[in-house]
Every structure is written in structure tokens, then in C-alpha cells.
């Protein structure tokens, strides 16, 4: 008989459960199985895998992938899936020791079709063991044997579990980096970037042996320049003997050469661009297509009379542009013109947010720039523009009113402005007492917002990053930390980004000098790494949060996530847009702007300053047309990626985005309290009434505006106003957008504007400054205006229960079911929509049933 058989026959003819085994079972070497060709029986075959793996139990680590290779080799060959099977039953046995687990796994991996969610369940109870060695060995099984390549939610179990395991601080640091590097390799989208924060803390240990590992395992996974740090640490491990050396030098080595081909592609690339510009302007078939597309569009489409050649080929760039990526666009001159005045957040003008009012179709200031000289003529939010100089505005375009308000600073335009309670015939025939001479000064928009709250916390809203931005925010940081500010909340919620270098720029205000910020990756030159170039401005011992949200992109991300990967603030909202892409603002070459004097020498073109060389003769400043090109990635310092991706059919594959520390959602209303918000407002008695009693109560109003504490009695006829309105909403809905059109009064009596952020209604802001209190051992109870208006548990608004319904309505719906029983008819599809709205419990309540008093 074969030795095989003779080996499988000395197993007890019935074997035990393996849990039970593995109990009774002495401690042994594995002894490697015959390698005679027998088939065993299936009793057999169950009782020398058991036998093997009870031997596996305390056996070196080494020696058991050996020895689980070689079983399944041998036993898998003869027995094919029946060994596979009796794996798979033995692995389902609870209680297993972690080294069998390890060796059940490795066997399994060598047979066909393994189970891998299955395989990455056990793996995951390896990863809780105390056997320190048995972890780092699944972890390394788990990285090396396919598991990037399994079902997501096997992936995001396994990866969860790594990340567990190399977050214990019971570990030693050495198997933490190697648990976190598998869970890098292994995890999916967002789940990726905690274990490459871990590596990136890991890197930055005193420990040199630790900051060792995590250079290593960063480089093996390939971000050896994307990671600030990495590459120093493998140059002094390179000079150290030893295997690590060795593998640091061979990454170094890979480096070298991979930067050398680097370089090698852009030279091809840029002798490719010098010989396609020798060739001169030669209409390729591709162009000539394009060019009778053109044609047919214009002759023959039934709108092709309503658009130009311009228009059409301005169309086809935008949408190849748009083809490569969402955020790469085509600007023509005028679009040009806007995008930059954006940038520069600087213009020639009286200095006031403008636009068309939608209820009466007036030029309106919605609301002065302070700072600028509309307001200090004594313009203020909601005033008319009826006139501009001798030119009406009824009618006419925004832009057009707009050109003839902007111009040199210094000059004088006369407007007239008409208010509220004003004859309305003054509209069209303005008199020469409504005339207001205002001098157009240079314009800053201000993107930052500041105010300092109770407790001592100051607020900072930065809405855009022009390139005034960081200027901004440090004269607001510098004024609040004068006034005594103990905590900060930077607020970036809606901030769609701007530009890069201030980016930089404002995370400088908050890190040390040094500290990597950003790096990009581009596919045509080197990468570049934005630091830190100075100390901070705000006290490394002041706490700081950072207010994010959906929309909040592009340079907020850089400037949230480099403050949550230095660890020096928390975030607080929602995960960010998802904008992790930088682009360019090329001019078309061959492409000229016209020509200007540049009278006050600040390299580019103001309105007001002359036309000197006007190519296509039309009068006006015409810019060249500008291509916004995408052309690098960001990285944040820890290495990740916050870039949204989409796979191959526009559908989202990695959400990407900042994702913060405190997840805080916003307040959300029912759908009756908004529409009856909305028609509240709409019937504009409350803007009266404030405007009316403002003068009297200025006083009361400004403190108001600060902070009611959530108390409507606290505003002087209130009942009386409330009584007045005829409104669902309750005295607390009220009160909120009273307070709303007053803090408007408010910014126009004091000449500065509020933040969007209130801490009394904004829930997210809530959540931030208890943060900031848990942080210096406070709680947000010691200040009684957060005491009495916060809401962190809040609730958002839910239906009312039926038992809810106002008599009012109830009488309304019955008589709608009594008019169409008299006709004798079913309802109608409106009917039908009107009676479920008269009976839909969130559509009803009385001010007192609304739940909204305290």
C-alpha cells in the first residue's frame, strides 16, 4: 500500500471536530506529507487536514506556509475539490487558533475558486489576535494574494480590520506600518485615505525605525513623491546595512530612472510640439469635417440663422474641452473678461452686489459693498436704480447697467434712486431730489466675513480664493485674536475654490513654516510640492474647526484637508465636492488681446482705460480667447486623493471629497414650513415692519441681531405682528425671519456685513463650537446664549400628526368632497392633488402645535 494510505490510515477512523482536536492535540512540527499518489477517502482526508492543522497551531510562521503549500499541493492535486471543500468546512469551525486560521487560508488560496469573502472573514479574526506575528503574517497574506481583486464589501471588511489593527497602540509601530500598508493596498475609494494618514503619522515618528518602515511601505505601493518625507527617510535607511538598506537603495534606483524617463518624454513631447509647428496651419481632413459641419449647421438648421460661425466653433471647443473633464473650459472675450474680474476681486466702480428684482423688475443694490463708495454716498440695500445719469435702467440688461456704473476711479456718475413708498410715477420721471453723485473708487469684493461670537469664538467665512483671500483672512484673524478670540471656527462651506497659491497661502496663517500643504502630479513635468513658508499667525495652542460641505471644492479641499492631515483642526459638515484637479489659463497661441494704456500700471486691463490697438475694429477691448486646462492632480500631504472619479459610462465610482472629522448636516424644514416660509417673505410685512420700527428700536434691533436667545418676546410688538400674518408657521418661524430682515438693517446701520454662518440657527456651526468647548474642557451651557439656542441633537422638522388639522382646512376639504358630490363626478387629477394637500398631516398645524416654542 502506498505510503499515503498508509499515512491517512493511521488517523482515528472517525476524526473529531478540529476545535475540539486542536484542544486535545500536543504541540508538534508539521511533518510534510508523503508524496505517494493514493485518493484518499473523504474520513481520511478530513482527519489529516485536521491533523495538520492542529500541528499548524503553534508552528513558525514560516514553516507554515511552507507546509500549507505543500499539503495542498499534494492532497489538492490527488483530491481536487473534495480538498477544497474539507478546507472550507474546517475554516467554518469557530474557536480556531490564529496560526490555523493562517494555514486553512494559505491551503485554501492554492486551490481553486477560493471563497473570498469567506477567506477575508477568518483573515479578519486573525487581525484581532494577540499573536503579533500571526497578524503581521495575515496582513502580509492578505496584500500579496488577490484580495485587491474581491468583491467590495470583502474588501471594505478586510481593509476595515487592517486599519483597526494598525490603529492599536498595543502594537508594536513595525506591524502597525505593515497592517496599514495592506489596508491601503486593499481598500476601495474613500476607504483609502485612513491608512494612508497612518502611514503619513508614521513617517513623521521620532522613532527612526518606525519612520523606516512607513517610508518603505510607502514607497512599495508607489507614492515615494507625492509623500512629503519619504524620500529623505529612504536615503538614510540606504546607507544602513541590511536588508533594508538594500530594498531602500532599489527604490532609490527605481526613482532615478523613472525620473529620468520623465524627462526623456517631455523633451519628445516638446520636439513633438516645435515639428507640428513647422508644418503651419494645414487643414487636416479632421478640420475640414469640422469645417462643414459648420456649414450644414448654419444653412440648414432650423435655428442656424440665430447663432454665428463664432458661436458654433466656440461650441465645438467647449464641448471637446469638456470631453476630457468637466472642470477644462473655453472662455471667449466676454466670458473671459468675468472669469478674471472674479480672480482679481478688484474693478473700477461704486461697489455694490447688484441685480433685477424679481418682484417689481427694478435695478436693485441687494446690498452695498461697505467698504466702497456706493455706501458711503449713502446708498443701502434694496435701493432702486432708476436712472444712471440720463439712461433708464427699466428694461434694460443687468450687464448693461452694470458697464455704465463701472469706470475710472475718481469720476463722478450720477444716479437716481427711487425707495419703497416713494409715488411709483417717480420710477419713470425720477426728480433731481432723488439724484445720488457717487465717485467710483477701486473695488475690492470682500471674500472674507468675520465676527467674534460669545464665549470668546471667532467666526471666519472665506468665500472665495482670490488672490485677496489670505490678505483678508489674516486682517480678520489679526482683529480677533486682538479681541481676545480662545477658539476659531474657520468657515469655507460653499467655497468653490480659486486659486492655488492662496490656498497655500491661507493654510500658512494656521501651520507651522515647512509644512507640505499640497503636491501635484501631472503627466507632462515634474511635480511640484506647495509648503508653508512662514510661522503662523494663529497660536499653535488655539483650537480651530473648519466648516465643509458638499459644495465646498477645489482650494477648500487643499486648505481643509492639509489642516485635518497636520492635525490641526477638526472638520465639522459634510464630505467636500470632490475637486482634487488643477488647471491652467492658457491663451490660444497665434491669439493677441487687443491693445490698452495701462494707465495705472497694474498689468491688465480696466474698463476705463484706452483702446490703442482694436484688431477687428468694433470699438471695444476685446481679450483673447483663454483655455482653462486641466493638467495636474493634487495630492493632500498625506498622499490621498480627494478627487471624484467616474468610471468609463459617467457613473460614480469613488465619491472622493474631504471627508470630515464630525459629520453635521444642516437643518432641514418640511415642505409646508418652507412654502409658507417662502410666501411669509414674499408678502414682505415683515421687511416693512422692521424697516418701519428700525429707526425707533435701533438700539434693541443691533443686540437682537447678535442674539435674541431664541426668545420672541424679546422683540417689542411682537404678538401684535404675529397675530397680524395669518400664518401657519409658529411664533419661533416667526421670529427667525424677523431676525433675518433686521440683521440686514443691522449690516446697512454699522456698515459691515454678517457671516452666513448664525450660530443660533446653524446647526453645523453648533456642532463646530461645542467641539471647540470640548476641546478646552468647557462646555457650550456656560454661555447662555448658546445654552438657550442650541440645538445639537436637533431634530429636523417631521410631519405633524394628523390630529393636527386646522379647522380651517378640515372645513375646506369637506367642502371640496361635498361640491363633487352634488355633481355627481369623480374628482379630477387636480382636485385629487388639492384635497391630499388639505389632508396631509405636514401640511397643517396651528402656531401653537407646531413643536416649534420653547
Known amino acids: 500500500?502506498?505510503?499515503?494510505?498508509?499515512?491517512?490510515?493511521?488517523?482515528?477512523?472517525?476524526?473529531?471536530?478540529?476545535?475540539?482536536?486542536?484542544?486535545?492535540?500536543?504541540?508538534?512540527?508539521?511533518?510534510?506529507?508523503?508524496?505517494?499518489?493514493?485518493?484518499?477517502?473523504?474520513?481520511?482526508?478530513?482527519?489529516?487536514?485536521?491533523?495538520?492543522?492542529?500541528?499548524?497551531?503553534?508552528?513558525?510562521?514560516?514553516?507554515?506556509?511552507?507546509?500549507?503549500?505543500?499539503?495542498?499541493?499534494?492532497?489538492?492535486?490527488?483530491?481536487?475539490?473534495?480538498?477544497?471543500?474539507?478546507?472550507?468546512?474546517?475554516?467554518?469551525?469557530?474557536?480556531?487558533?490564529?496560526?490555523?486560521?493562517?494555514?486553512?487560508?494559505?491551503?485554501?488560496?492554492?486551490?481553486?475558486?477560493?471563497?473570498?469573502?469567506?477567506?477575508?472573514?477568518?483573515?479578519?479574526?486573525?487581525?484581532?489576535a494577540a499573536d503579533s506575528a500571526a497578524v503581521v503574517a495575515a496582513a502580509e497574506l492578505a496584500?500579496?494574494?488577490?484580495?485587491?481583486?474581491?468583491?467590495?464589501?470583502?474588501?471594505?471588511?478586510?481593509?476595515?480590520?487592517?486599519?483597526?489593527?494598525?490603529?492599536?497602540?498595543?502594537?508594536?509601530?513595525?506591524?502597525?506600518?505593515?497592517?496599514?500598508?495592506?489596508a491601503h493596498q486593499i481598500a476601495l475609494g474613500s476607504q483609502v485615505d485612513r491608512p494612508k494618514r497612518l502611514l503619513f503619522e508614521f513617517l513623521q515618528s521620532s522613532d527612526p525605525s518606525t519612520s523606516a518602515s512607513a517610508a518603505l511601505a510607502l514607497a512599495s505601493l508607489g507614492v515615494m513623491e507625492t509623500v512629503e518625507g519619504v524620500v529623505p527617510v529612504l536615503e538614510r535607511v540606504a546607507t544602513e546595512p541590511g536588508a533594508e538598506g538594500r530594498l531602500a537603495q532599489a527604490y532609490l534606483k527605481q526613482l532615478q530612472i523613472r525620473r529620468f524617463k520623465d524627462t526623456e518624454l517631455r523633451r519628445a513631447y516638446t520636439q513633438r510640439e516645435e515639428l507640428l509647428t513647422t508644418r503651419g496651419a494645414q487643414l487636416t481632413p479632421e478640420l475640414r469635417r469640422l469645417e462643414a459641419l459648420v456649414e450644414m449647421v448654419s444653412r440648414f438648421h432650423i435655428e442656424g440663422d440665430r447663432v454665428s460661425r463664432d458661436e458654433l466653433f466656440e461650441a465645438a471647443m467647449q464641448g471637446l474641452l469638456q470631453r476630457m473633464d468637466p472642470h477644462s473650459s473655453f472662455f471667449n472675450s466676454e466670458a473671459w473678461e468675468k472669469f478674471e474680474q472674479d480672480l482679481e476681486a478688484e474693478y473700477g466702480g461704486i461697489g455694490a452686489y447688484v441685480n433685477v428684482d424679481r418682484e417689481d423688475g427694478l435695478f436693485t443694490i441687494t446690498r452695498p459693498i461697505y467698504s466702497g463708495p456706493a455706501y458711503q454716498a449713502g446708498l443701502t440695500s434694496d435701493d432702486k436704480i432708476v436712472r444712471v445719469g440720463d439712461w433708464p435702467t427699466l428694461g434694460e440688461e443687468s450687464e448693461e447697467v452694470i458697464k455704465r456704473l463701472k469706470g475710472k476711479p475718481g469720476t463722478p456718475v450720477k444716479l437716481y434712486v427711487w425707495r419703497r413708498g416713494m409715488d411709483a410715477a417717480l420710477?419713470?420721471?425720477?426728480?433731481?431730489?432723488?439724484?445720488?453723485?457717487?465717485?467710483?473708487?477701486?473695488?475690492?469684493?470682500?471674500?472674507?466675513?468675520?465676527?467674534?461670537?460669545?464665549?470668546?469664538?471667532?467666526?471666519?467665512?472665506?468665500?472665495?480664493?482670490?488672490?485677496?483671500?489670505?490678505?483678508?483672512?489674516?486682517?480678520?484673524?489679526?482683529?480677533?485674536?486682538?479681541?481676545?478670540?480662545t477658539s476659531l471656527v474657520l468657515d469655507l462651506r460653499n467655497n468653490t475654490g480659486g486659486l492655488l497659491d492662496e490656498a497655500r497661502n491661507v493654510a500658512d496663517l494656521f501651520l507651522p513654516a515647512g509644512k507640505t500643504v499640497v503636491t501635484t502630479e501631472s503627466r507632462v513635468r515634474s511635480g511640484r510640492t506647495y509648503k508653508t513658508r512662514m510661522?503662523?499667525?494663529?497660536?499653535?495652542?488655539?483650537?480651530?474647526?473648519?466648516?465643509?460641505?458638499?459644495?465646498?471644492?477645489?482650494?477648500?479641499?487643499?486648505?481643509?484637508?492639509?489642516?485635518?492631515?497636520?492635525?490641526?483642526?477638526?472638520?465639522?459638515?459634510?464630505?467636500?465636492?470632490?475637486?482634487?484637479?488643477?488647471?491652467?489659463?492658457?491663451?490660444?497661441?497665434?491669439?493677441?488681446?487687443?491693445?490698452?494704456?495701462?494707465?495705472?500700471?497694474?498689468?491688465?486691463?480696466?474698463?476705463?482705460?484706452?483702446?490703442?490697438?482694436?484688431?477687428?475694429?468694433?470699438?471695444?477691448?476685446?481679450?483673447?480667447?483663454?483655455?482653462?486646462?486641466?493638467?495636474e492632480h493634487y495630492l493632500l500631504p498625506s498622499g490621498r486623493s480627494i478627487h471624484r472619479q467616474l468610471d468609463e459610462e459617467g457613473n460614480l465610482e469613488n465619491p472622493g471629497g474631504v471627508e470630515p472629522d464630525l459629520e453635521a448636516s444642516s437643518v432641514r424644514y418640511a415642505d409646508w414650513r418652507l412654502r409658507e416660509m417662502r410666501r411669509v417673505q414674499g408678502e414682505r410685512a415683515l421687511k416693512e415692519w422692521a424697516t418701519e420700527n428700525f429707526a425707533a428700536n435701533e438700539s434693541t434691533f443691533q443686540a437682537l441681531a447678535q442674539s435674541d436667545r431664541g426668545d420672541w418676546n424679546a422683540w417689542p410688538g411682537f404678538e401684535e405682528l404675529y397675530s397680524s400674518l395669518g400664518t401657519t408657521l409658529g411664533r419661533d418661524g416667526i421670529r427667525l425671519l424677523l431676525r433675518i430682515e433686521v440683521r440686514r438693517l443691522v449690516q446697512d446701520a454699522r456698515g459691515s456685513a454678517f457671516p452666513m454662518g448664525d450660530f443660533q440657527e446653524d446647526r453645523q456651526l453648533q456642532v463646530a463650537i461645542a467641539r471647540l468647548f470640548e476641546a478646552q474642557g468647557r462646555t457650550v451651557d456656560e454661555v447662555p446664549e448658546f445654552a438657550l439656542t442650541f440645538e445639537p441633537d436637533g431634530e429636523d422638522d417631521e410631519a405633524l400628526p394628523l390630529a393636527m388639522l386646522t379647522g380651517a382646512r378640515l372645513e375646506e376639504a369637506r367642502q371640496l368632497l361635498a361640491r363633487i358630490e352634488v355633481e355627481g363626478r369623480s374628482l379630477s387629477a387636480t382636485e385629487l392633488w388639492q384635497l391630499r394637500s388639505l389632508l396631509r398631516a405636514e401640511d397643517m398645524g396651528t402656531p401653537e402645535e407646531s413643536g416649534e416654542p420653547r
Open 427 to 485: 420710477i419713470d420721471r425720477p426728480t433731481e431730489d432723488m439724484a445720488v453723485t457717487v465717485e467710483r473708487g477701486v473695488i475690492t469684493i470682500p471674500p472674507v466675513h468675520h465676527a467674534m461670537l460669545p464665549g470668546g469664538v471667532g467666526l471666519v467665512e472665506l468665500t472665495t480664493f482670490s488672490r485677496v483671500a489670505s490678505q483678508e483672512v489674516a486682517m480678520a484673524l489679526q482683529e480677533l485674536l486682538q479681541d481676545g478670540a
Open 143 to 182: 496584500a500579496a494574494t488577490g484580495f485587491d481583486r474581491a468583491d467590495e464589501e470583502s474588501r471594505a471588511t478586510l481593509a476595515a480590520a487592517l486599519v483597526t489593527a494598525a490603529e492599536s497602540a498595543d502594537r508594536a509601530s513595525a506591524d502597525r506600518v505593515r497592517c496599514a500598508a495592506a
Open 535 to 631: 510661522a503662523p499667525l494663529v497660536p499653535e495652542e488655539l483650537p480651530v474647526a473648519v466648516l465643509i460641505n458638499r459644495f465646498s471644492a477645489s482650494a477648500s479641499e487643499i486648505v481643509s484637508g492639509a489642516l485635518q492631515d497636520h492635525g490641526r483642526a477638526t472638520l465639522v459638515g459634510q464630505r467636500s465636492y470632490g475637486k482634487g484637479s488643477v488647471q491652467n489659463l492658457l491663451q490660444l497661441p497665434g491669439e493677441e488681446d487687443d491693445g490698452f494704456a495701462d494707465e495705472n500700471r497694474n498689468g491688465r486691463r480696466d474698463a476705463w482705460e484706452t483702446l490703442t490697438n482694436d484688431q477687428d475694429g468694433d470699438g471695444e477691448f476685446d481679450y483673447a480667447p483663454r483655455v482653462k486646462l486641466t493638467i
Open 1 to 128: 500500500m502506498h505510503a499515503l494510505l498508509l499515512l491517512l490510515t493511521a488517523a482515528a477512523p472517525s476524526a473529531p471536530p478540529l476545535a475540539v482536536s486542536l484542544a486535545l492535540a500536543p504541540a508538534a512540527p508539521l511533518r510534510g506529507p508523503s508524496p505517494a499518489r493514493a485518493l484518499p477517502a473523504q474520513d481520511d482526508l478530513e482527519a489529516l487536514l485536521t491533523e495538520k492543522a492542529v500541528e499548524a497551531s503553534e508552528a513558525p510562521i514560516d514553516t507554515l506556509f511552507r507546509e500549507a503549500r505543500a499539503v495542498a499541493r499534494i492532497l489538492g492535486d490527488e483530491a481536487g475539490a473534495a480538498f477544497d471543500r474539507a478546507v472550507d468546512r474546517q475554516l467554518a469551525a469557530e474557536g480556531l487558533p490564529p496560526r490555523t486560521t493562517l494555514f486553512l487560508v494559505a491551503a485554501r488560496l492554492e486551490g481553486d475558486e477560493p471563497d473570498r469573502a469567506a477567506l477575508a472573514e477568518a483573515l479578519g479574526t486573525v487581525l484581532t
